[in-house]
């Protein structure tokens, strides 16, 4: 049995037999989702921690500039709570979903944040990337304009 990394970043395996065919098939990881929205960065950082003892490699986590409601949602910056939850973890990765550059964070700052995380958690740092939730993120600028 052989393990390796293909082109698009899946862990491809591949079992050889004695006749010398081979069968692959590509490895599935299921993680873990962080709810920047839900809960508050001190339990989320709690959450990961035991995530990883339980087998998780991964962890997606929300990057909203507003939370989903307005009554006990909370407003976690992500970029801020990734170094935290990486110093508190061995191997995880992390990855947002998603961070919207253009509508939200210029792009220039939004590759030197995640290019900065690489350099110090070297392959455990990704960046999802989308257009954001215009409803959600920008509801306080419309609350601005009214006041």
């Known amino acids: ?39 508050s960065m001190h339990d ?16 997606m986590t929300s990057d909203h500039f507003h939370p989903w409601w307005h009554d006990n949602g909370y407003g976690n910056f992500t970029w801020a709570w990734i170094p935290a939850a990486a110093e508190r973890t061995k191997k995880m990765k992390f990855v947002t979903g998603v961070t919207a550059p253009i509508y939200r ?14 350099v110090l958690y070297p392959g455990r740092i990704g960046l999802g990337l989308g257009t954001g939730s215009h409803e959600r993120s920008s509801s306080w600028l419309r609350l601005a304009k009214v006041l």
């Open 44 to 59: 989320l950082l709690k959450f990961v921690v035991q995530a990883e003892k339980g087998g998780f490699n991964s962890t």
């Open 105 to 118: 964070y210029h792009p220039a700052i939004v590759a030197q944040a995640f290019a900065s995380l690489d």
């Open 1 to 39: 049995m052989k393990a390796d990394k293909s082109a698009n970043g899946r862990t491809k395996v591949t079992n050889s037999s004695a006749t010398g065919s081979a069968t692959t098939t590509n490895a599935t990881s299921i993680g873990y989702w962080a709810a920047q929205e839900q809960y």
